[in-house]
């Protein structure tokens, strides 16, 4: 339930970002970086295919994951 969410929270973040400019990618903050909830929901959300990790605690939304936030 935590990791859900933590999940939803950090995809309004990133479609917000993602509004401002789709290929600007996003420091996570160490709060997140540090909950295992967090880094769970962030693999889960990667291993979907709705956010990309260029290194770890630095992602951006994909497109795809941007059309799961707005439906």
Do not use: C, W
Not at 6 to 33: K, N, T, W
């Amino acid at each position: 339930m935590l990791q859900e969410m933590v999940g939803s929270d950090l995809l309004v973040a990133l479609a917000h970002s993602y509004e401002e400019d789709p290929g600007q990618f996003v420091s996570l903050p160490r709060i997140i970086l540090d909950s295992s909830a967090a880094r769970m929901a962030v693999a889960e959300m990667r291993n979907e295919g709705y956010l990309e990790e260029q290194i770890r605690g630095v992602v951006r939304l994909t497109p795809r994951g941007y059309k799961a936030y707005k439906s």
